[in-house]
């Protein structure tokens, strides 16, 4: 929940450079709609209740909150667990704050996950190996645990995990996920677990502890690596190549934090890209597990989280498998430290109403939804698709270009038959269309308007390294880059899928 790292859009492509260098294969099916899971974090919600603040439903008529989020599209909850909080459950932050920790003792953690169990919720568990919040910032020993070696917190990690776990199961409580540490991006239990003189030895041992003991105890919970910085992708890189690829981290899904109102601007291309980075390079399952927006605009939260819904869509095989709401319960009114990032606007004294904003889990979206943009990035030149000088002209020429923003490189889908779409460029609404209605291969790519020709018509195809091509409806052939090149300013033109410019990449831009 800390601010995250603004990264410019340089970074993107320096970044996809060094990862996204993937081998052309044969093309597999096409991408399907994934059952993607809406989630809210809802630690602080029986803290509030006690508090006696209530919550109304769409009829106005004070109701249960968790029955309230299901109507709203909401089938998980993420629970957190601190060792030994305080007995009041409010912590006086760092900063000399105050908040609400919530009721996430054991006692507590059991009485919510029971609450979501009877409503045929899935669980997200995240222990926080502290006694009160672990992000960046704060990644406290628990007290119990003060003066124990770090060999010594290895086993205490194992044991307490291992512990919980084994007392929800005993209760008939199986989480479906479950993060080892939360927020880890620095470490976990510092000085022990930190990485920031580059050593992930320690690290790696204590969260390999924490999963072992999940595996243990449930061997179908998946466990969750959680960092922040949602939109940094050579933090995330960092990260994952020394956790999992110099150290042998295990984990089974990669997590992060999304946070547009901390960094001061959308990001959501550069978290698109790390979203498709880990599920391809590290072959694991991504989800976003903490967002939020500034609870006063409902529709830009309900903007954000659709952006999210549609940039996991896209990620290959299906590996975009959740959003979390963090506290969307919450409101600034009612909470010390005034978080404002909630979903709830005040109806009347300790009664809350859940914003429109949550209306964005109601309607399940399509892959290559057309209520947003993305962006084509060619895998070989690591360019993006673009109409050559902005131009708004039909049979303007279709080139590739250092990605800058423009309208020009954002493209809209719109299925028009079956399998197939029309590919419309956002700055001039015109379409990609085959020069010509050629189906030679060589055709240049031009924009036109549409005209329901099968020349402008595309099957996107995901390929076996999980990245797409597009075919082309008329000729049989593959949108490409001329001589396979590199170049700035190159031309489109259809061509036979063994090119290796035959490979893109689709990012949500907006």
């Not at 954002?410 to 990609?432: A, M, P, R």
């Not at 099957?459 to 052939?477: M, P, Q, T």
Request: aromatic share 12%; proline share 2%; with cysteine.
């Amino acid at each position: 929940m800390k601010k995250l790292y603004k990264k410019i859009v340089s970074l993107v492509m320096s970044a996809l450079l060094a990862v996204m260098v993937l081998p052309v294969t044969t093309h597999a099916s096409n991408q399907q709609d994934n059952d993607i899971v809406y989630g809210a974090d809802i630690g602080w919600l029986s803290q509030m209740e006690n508090q006696g603040i209530q919550y109304l439903n769409e009829d106005g008529n004070v109701d249960d909150a968790l029955s309230v989020l299901k109507n709203k599209g909401i089938n998980a909850v993420r629970l957190r667990v601190f060792v030994n909080p305080e007995t009041d459950f409010v912590w006086t932050k760092p900063d000399g704050t105050t908040c609400l920790l919530g009721y996430c003792d054991t006692q507590g953690l059991l009485y919510t996950a029971q609450r979501a169990k009877n409503l045929g919720m899935k669980i997200m568990l995240v222990f926080h190996y502290s006694d009160h919040f672990a992000d960046p910032l704060c990644q406290d020993i628990p007290e119990q645990w003060s003066g124990a070696s770090a060999k010594e917190i290895e086993k205490y990690v194992y044991d307490y995990t291992y512990y919980i776990m084994n007392f929800l199961g005993e209760n008939g409580i199986t989480p479906e996920w479950v993060q080892v540490g939360n927020e880890v991006s620095y470490g976990v239990l510092y000085p022990y677990g930190s990485n920031q003189t580059g050593d992930f030895e320690q690290l790696t041992a204590f969260l390999n502890s924490g999963y072992d003991a999940v595996k243990a105890v449930s061997p179908n919970s998946k466990v969750v690596t959680h960092l922040t910085h949602g939109s940094g992708i050579l933090h995330f890189e960092w990260f994952f190549s020394n956790f999992i690829t110099k150290c042998g981290g295990k984990t089974d899904v990669v997590g992060l934090s999304y946070y547009p109102y901390w960094t001061g601007g959308d990001e959501i291309e550069n978290v698109a890209v790390n979203l498709y980075n880990m599920a391809t390079k590290y072959e694991k399952e991504v989800m976003i597990c903490e967002t939020g927006e500034v609870e006063t605009d409902a529709a830009k939260t309900y903007e954000l989280l659709r952006k999210e819904i549609n940039a996991l869509n896209t990620v290959p095989g299906n590996k975009g498998i959740g959003v979390f709401y963090w506290e969307p319960e919450a409101n600034s009114q009612y909470l010390p430290d005034g978080y404002t990032l909630g979903a709830t606007e005040e109806v009347s004294s300790n009664t809350l109403r859940f914003t429109d904003a949550l209306n964005a889990f109601k309607t399940g979206t399509t892959f290559l939804s057309n209520e947003c943009s993305y962006e084509f990035y060619n895998v070989n030149s690591q360019k993006a698709l673009n109409v050559c000088q902005g131009s708004q002209d039909n049979n303007a020429s279709i080139e590739q270009y250092t990605y800058g923003g423009w309208n020009s490189q954002k493209w809209i889908f719109e299925q028009v038959d079956g399998n197939y779409y029309i590919i419309k460029n956002k700055n001039s609404g015109l379409v990609l269309d085959v020069n010509s209605m050629s189906t030679q291969v060589g055709a240049s790519i031009i924009q036109y308007e549409y005209n329901q020709g099968w020349n402008q018509m595309w099957e996107v195809i995901e390929k076996d390294d999980g990245s797409y091509a597009l075919k082309n409806r008329l000729s049989g052939l593959y949108l490409g880059v001329r001589n396979n090149s590199s170049a700035d300013g190159e031309w489109c033109q259809q061509t036979n899928l063994s090119e290796s410019g035959t490979s893109w990449y689709l990012v949500v831009t907006e």
